[in-house]
């Protein structure tokens, strides 16, 4: 057991989830604060500037006053919608307060409210996404990404890339990692004792037996053959264009894509409203929203809390597999009563916000 495993297990009481308020001219802010409508099953704290939270409070007529916060203070005042890189660095600042919490043992879970990474980019400070933040600062060689809602866990066996560059990036090697990353995590985060995945090919109709290109002969079909042999259940390569037919997915756990367009178009269409991000192979749990910053709704009352509600449910639910969640750490500032206490659940605004602005939102 690990130094942060056998910590947990001596501890009793609800997960302790910190939730990372994200880019301060962004609807992170706002959807943190719509927390207060629910009761929750854990104990939820927002990082973020305390200051800059009761204002956005103020601004949107929302009561913040169950909200627990820990204090992360802002580099410099920042206005709803207006983007400076002056708090580039608070950003970061807030992320790794909870990261360095997660490893501690203090949070069970860590789940993440939209970023910006132009600003960020902006400011000098090199950032291509959460999902690559957190691999290197937890020396982590390998991540996987994973969005989920409407009953789909669709994972990527590539992220990123242009089209052009997606077929050299897929590698025997590099594909039995993103594998072996995915099973191992279904079971040991979401409790599935034998996943049951489904692999896309990477051409239409999954090569045509070779006359559409090679790869699902040369790498694809190898690389499941081999693991088969250690007892894993994939199906595939499949045809894109039909695993994700009704009949076709039943009875799975997981979908395996190839590359980020073939699996997330339809995922988002399917969970838009719902969909969240999981980082897989991370010593920690980390989910997050699946949709950008926003900016033209920030500070209106219209961004709607329904994806981060729904990343909270999901690292709640694998935190409290592990032995003993955390009680957290307890040098926290807080705007009246914690999150955890008991209210009855208001109505959600069903309107998304949209990714109109910090890169689409599943980084």
Not at 334 to 355: F, K, M, W, Y
């Amino acid at each position: 057991m690990s130094n942060t495993a056998a910590k947990n297990a001596s501890r009793s009481g609800p997960p302790v989830i910190a939730v990372t308020s994200g880019e301060p001219a962004g609807i992170g802010p706002d959807i943190c604060l719509r927390l207060a409508e629910r009761a929750w099953p854990a104990r939820l704290v927002v990082l973020g500037d305390r200051e800059l939270l009761a204002a956005r409070a103020q601004q949107l007529g929302v009561n913040a006053e169950r909200i627990e916060i820990r204090h992360v203070p802002l580099r410099k005042l920042a206005l709803a919608g207006r983007l400076d890189a002056a708090n580039a660095r608070y950003v970061l600042d807030i992320l790794d307060a909870a990261l360095a919490g997660c490893v501690a043992g203090d949070y069970a879970a860590m789940v993440t409210a939209p970023v910006h990474k132009g600003v960020i980019n902006d400011a000098g400070i090199a950032f291509s996404g959460h999902t690559e933040y957190l691999a290197e600062h937890t020396a982590t060689p390998r991540v996987v990404m994973m969005l989920a809602g409407a009953g789909l866990r669709v994972a990527l066996a590539t992220t990123h890339l242009a089209l052009k560059d997606v077929a050299t990036a897929i590698t025997r090697e590099e594909l039995e990692t993103t594998i072996r990353i995915l099973h191992a995590d279904l079971r040991s985060k979401f409790g599935i004792a034998a996943p049951r995945i489904l692999v896309a090919g990477l051409n239409p109709h999954a090569g045509e037996g070779g006359h559409m290109g090679r790869e699902e002969i040369e790498v694809i079909a190898p690389v499941l053959d081999q693991l088969r042999g250690e007892g894993m259940n994939l199906i595939g390569p499949l045809p894109a264009d039909t695993l994700f037919t009704k009949n076709v997915l039943a009875g799975s756990d997981a979908q395996l894509a190839m590359y980020h367009d073939q699996g997330l178009a339809v995922l988002k269409y399917a969970a838009f409203d719902e969909g969240i991000n999981v980082t897989l192979g991370l010593p920690i749990i980390r989910t997050s929203v699946d949709h950008g910053t926003a900016l033209d709704l920030a500070g209106t009352g219209q961004a709607s809390p329904t994806s981060l509600f729904a990343a909270i449910d999901a690292a709640i639910d694998m935190a409290s597999r592990r032995s003993a969640p955390p009680a957290g750490p307890t040098a926290f500032l807080s705007i009246g009563r914690r999150s955890h206490d008991p209210e009855p659940a208001q109505p959600a605004n069903h309107r998304h916000p949209l990714p109109r602005e910090g890169g689409g939102g599943d980084g």
